[in-house]
């Protein structure tokens, strides 16, 4: 394993250790019990994991998370730290960096931030590396939204993602805070959000804008 996305594995696993069973996340209707289920069936289980994204499985999927949910918690969390088993691709070789590495970083996040948090400053690897990651997140992350976006870093830098000529829709702040933004968690992100009215409206339909 990569050794960020394997540091981020132990902060998660840390994280969910200390949260307990029943402690908040920012996912949806889940608690860390169902959120360290969804990562043991997603790593140990291709056969339901694909219900992840493939929406007709999705009920398959539920039902074996559901069953994984009800294992005792501390048995999940050391089966999610240990790493994946001997069968799981997720031990092929780059897959793991490629694959869990933002995986890992918002879902660690999501655990950290349900509750009154104070703000952390990641390791200048691990920042560079959600940098390169940046315009994958905005295709592939939680919604994507119609309008084009130009995503920028507080020191110039930037990336854009354009959508078929859509207005464009400036958004800034540190790589880990854009990738928040880009999978849905813009309410505990720290980014500011800038374009026209209208646009940014349409931005907000698609994914959450940060908290006032």
Known sequence: MSSLARAERARLSGLLSAAGPDGPTLCEGWLTRDLVAHLVVREGRPDAAAG??????????????????ARPYGELVKSFRSGPPAFSPFNLPGVDEAANLL?????????????????????????EALWRRVPVAARLGESRPSVSLRLTRPDGREVTVRRHDRPLVTVTGEP???????????????????????AVAELAEALPLPED
């Open 52 to 69: 992840i994204r493939v929406r007709p499985l999705a009920g398959w999927t539920q039902r074996v998370q559901d069953r994984a949910a």
């Open 103 to 127: 995986e890992y970083f918002v879902h660690a996040e999501d655990v950290r931030r349900a509750v009154p948090f104070e703000p952390e400053e990641p390791k200048a690897e691990l920042v």
């Open 176 to 198: 880990g805070e854009l990738v928040l933004f880009l999978f849905g968690r813009g309410a505990k992100a720290a980014v500011t959000v800038e374009g026209e009215p209208e």
